[in-house]
């Protein structure tokens, strides 16, 4: 499957697309970026349409909504969190100014730095947390009901 970004005149993603195969290759069976092109314009009246991929082989990070394509750098680049963060053309991704400290630490854009996270539940620290292969089989299949979703009326039985 190829994926396809469209893209408005301020060159920002609307929207990501997932087409066959068949229709990104040319007559010779090659694929052709151009081709797949033309097809997302057929399917939806649309033009600029830009190819993107999964796994970052191509334009450096997969589209999504609201990523910026830059032309110069062949990049769909993420929208930037914060004005104080710069762009790492290491891995085309937004870093702030300081290293972030530890996960309970969040981006203070007012200060520029990391305040902790008030807002976070408290952690119960255990020096030696359970083995999940020693938890009785009641207490998984209780587990399980507590997580498992419930049924729809229409739901087919």
């Not at 334009?59 to 999504?64: F, H, L, P, T, V």
């Not at 969040?106 to 020096?127: F, Y």
């Amino acid at each position: 499957m190829a994926h396809f970004a469209h893209i408005d005149e301020n060159n920002i993603v609307t929207r990501v697309i997932v087409i066959n195969d068949k229709f990104n290759v040319n007559e010779f069976g090659v694929e052709d970026e151009q081709c797949g092109r033309d097809y997302c314009k057929s399917l939806t009246g649309e033009e600029n349409w830009i190819q993107t991929s999964y796994n970052s082989s191509m334009r450096k990070n997969y589209a999504g909504i609201g990523y910026i394509y830059n032309e110069e750098l062949d990049a769909f680049i993420p929208p930037k969190p914060f004005e104080s963060y710069t762009l790492d053309l290491g891995s085309y991704s937004w870093v702030p100014p300081k290293k972030c400290p530890g996960i309970e630490y969040i981006w203070d854009e007012e200060s520029r730095d990391w305040i902790i996270n008030q807002h976070l539940p408290p952690v119960e620290v255990r020096a030696n947390p359970p083995n999940p292969q020693m938890v009785p089989i009641p207490v998984l299949i209780d587990m399980l009901d507590t997580y498992a979703p419930t049924t729809s009326s229409n739901a087919i039985e």
